[in-house]
């Protein structure tokens, strides 16, 4: 699916332009079926997008978000994802939506991956919005080169729900959705910040394997058209 490039002057810019985006999105699903869900990504990229977000006028109480990948950590860790919603987009007015953790207090990841799964199985298919990240490595979600469940994560017949990925650039194991579960968002975004970003876009656009730059498998098979916001 073809996907389009909206370039902003900054990040402030960036921000406030793709909450308005998203908020509209939501609020269309709330219209439409009387509920709406998101999940967003972590890292470092998204957090003035959260901020902004956390502000606009919708029925929050009718919003489920919930996160395309996270650290084997609890919520309390620094590297946390939930910890980086927790204090950025759970606040203000949208403190009032759900939020449904992908990380749980299990014996293993792969209990954990478990328990994610059915838990994320009530959040309505497919999801309203995606927000996808990409890491300097090409990585998006927990689709990491190297990863010892690439193939599995990035297969379109894998179930929706959330795997494990352990990889060397990962740091933690991982808990991620899988790409069958964030193709086909009604609304697909890829939130990108910097010129060495654009440069990796670049790239991943260009021809070569999906193992070496997963994010590849988003922008050549995701059925839903990809958004993808850049700012320098
Ligand atoms: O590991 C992760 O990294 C990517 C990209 O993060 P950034 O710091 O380069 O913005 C992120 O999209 C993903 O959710 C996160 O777990």
Redesign the pocket.
């Known amino acids: 699916m073809a996907s389009t490039l909206h370039s902003f002057a900054n990040a402030a810019e960036l921000a406030a332009n793709l909450a308005d985006k998203v908020s509209g999105a939501l609020s269309a699903a709330i219209a439409a079926r009387g509920e709406a869900s998101i999940a967003v ?6 957090k003035a997008f959260f901020q902004a977000l956390s502000t606009r006028d919708i029925d929050w109480t009718k919003v489920t978000i919930t ?5 084997f950590v609890p919520a309390d860790n620094p590297r946390s ?1 939930h910890l980086l919603v927790d204090g950025n987009l759970l606040q203000n007015k949208a403190k009032a939506a759900r939020f449904v953790p992908l990380y749980q207090p299990a014996a293993s990841v792969e209990e954990a991956a478990k328990l994610a799964t059915a838990k994320s199985a009530e959040i309505g298919i497919p999801f309203d919005v995606v927000i ?5 490595d090409g ?4 689709f990491f080169p190297g990863g010892n469940n690439l193939s599995v994560a990035l297969d379109a017949q894998t179930p929706r729900g959330i795997i494990t990925m352990d990889a060397e650039g ?1 740091g933690e194991p ?1 808990l991620t959705f899988t790409f069958s579960a964030l193709q086909d968002a009604k609304l697909l975004i890829l939130h990108i910040e910097g010129e060495g970003k654009k440069d990796v876009l670049a790239k991943a656009e260009g021809n070569g394997d999906e193992a070496e730059m997963p994010i590849r498998a988003i922008l050549r098979r995701a059925t839903s058209p990809v958004e993808i916001y850049w700012a320098p």
């Open positions: 990504s972590g890292g470092s990229t998204p996160l395309v990948d996270e650290r994802n996808l990240g990409m890491g300097g990585h998006t979600a927990s990962a991982r």
